[in-house]
């Protein structure tokens, strides 16, 4: 087999999944700490001449675990891979991914240049948060999107009516994303208009949209403290809506989110398991769909060199 599978630490659980459902056993390494707390990582098996796919999920702890994965890549390519993709299903500092003020850093480009710079030739990714991050690299990216795991999951389990839903962007910076979402359904579409004060924290104003007597569905990348989410489910409800889900990406779910969620009129929030979810056993309206699938099927493609971007058409 030219083709070898390698993780690191941050989501053990989704890289056997995607293990499995190739029929391609994750090969041996170790990724250990010294009593410093540096990274010591050996390969264990020869990767001389192999196409090689690095699973990372650099979520939380972002920074530990993205230089797990930059030590990892460095020594396969000291070790001769033929060629080495990393497989980040969550990108970490995507959020900084421009200035937004005054001698601010654009941190999504540096990670990208530490990718690049340890050695990948290639990388797979889900649902980043802008989608101008491919630009940032100077090497192929694949990126994939939850749409189809997530719209499977409402037609079977929440409405199969396209007259009954509605999509909605929690901003105006999410309609692109909600737009191709509600094409996926044949529902309509809906927008939070909102203000932010301050890092982490927002204010829901008005609903732009028809959502009366309509299941509302709001689909975003992160849910981060959840502050934003529950402000609109609010908003929604206040507009008419009969029930409100949320069908979000990552679930970083840091600070008070999970507090705010049990807290919240919001029916359902529907994640992927791109970062473990470890606070599931909190909250049970926090629903967990596998994109494991999805990533071993892009994998094969890009191992065979088929279209990747076929999987949405």
Known sequence: MNVKLFTGNSNIQLAKGISDSIGIPISSASVKRFSDGEINVEINESVRGKKIFVIQSTSFPANENLMELLIIVDALKRASAASITAVIPYYCYARQDRKVAPRAPITAKLVADLLQTAGIDRLLTVDLHAGQIQGFFDIPVDHLYSLPVMTNYIESNISSDKNEIVVVSPDAGGVERARLFGKKLEAGLAIID????????????????????????????????????????DALLDNGAVAVYACITHPVLSGQAVERLNNSKISKLIVTDTIPCRTIKECSKIEVLSIATLLAEAIKRIHHDVSVSSLFD
């Open 194 to 233: 909102k203000r932010r004060d301050k890092p982490n924290q927002s204010q829901a104003l008005h609903v732009i949209g028809d959502v009366s007597n309509k299941i509302a569905v709001i689909v975003d990348d992160i849910v981060d403290t959840a502050g934003t989410l529950c402000n609109s489910v």
